[in-house]
């Protein structure tokens, strides 16, 4: 959500919004809590317990800190394509899902 949203919403509701970052395929990963949302600009938050989270390059090198990158998530809860293991191969890259 664009930060002069948050900033209109905040205004009208004050600092109850909360920002959840996940996928279909992984569940809720991330959250952002209302009082880091205009301190953190465009952050996805810290992880949820029991995700294994990874930013990535690329070419699936682990990026440096500040930097942007893909989010690779494994947990005990990934999901496989319906009848399509050549999906789910392509999204899974070592039990880490990789959401492009």
Same mark, same amino acid.
């Given at each position: 959500?664009?930060?002069?949203?948050?900033?209109?919403?905040?205004?009208?509701?004050?600092?109850?919004?909360?920002?959840?970052?996940?996928?279909?395929?992984?569940?809720?990963?991330?959250?952002?809590?209302?009082?880091?949302?205009?301190?953190?600009?465009?952050?996805?938050?810290?992880?949820?317990? @029991?995700?294994?989270?990874?930013?990535?390059?690329?070419?699936?090198?682990?990026?440096?800190?500040?930097?942007? @990158?893909?989010?690779?998530?494994?947990?005990?809860?990934?999901?496989?394509?319906?009848?399509?293991?050549?999906?789910?191969?392509?999204?899974?890259?070592?039990?880490?899902?990789?959401?492009?």
């Amino acid at each position: 959500m664009p930060v002069c949203v948050k900033v209109r919403a905040e205004a009208v509701f004050g600092p109850v919004l909360w920002e959840f970052y996940g996928a279909t395929e992984t569940g809720i990963n991330t959250v952002l809590r209302p009082e880091d949302q205009l301190r953190k600009p465009g952050s996805c938050g810290t992880a949820v317990p @029991g995700q294994e989270i990874r930013l990535v390059d690329a070419a699936g090198e682990d990026v440096p800190d500040g930097e942007p @990158g893909d989010l690779m998530v494994r947990n005990s809860w990934l999901a496989e394509y319906y009848q399509r293991p050549d999906a789910t191969g392509k999204s899974l890259h070592g039990r880490i899902f990789l959401g492009r």
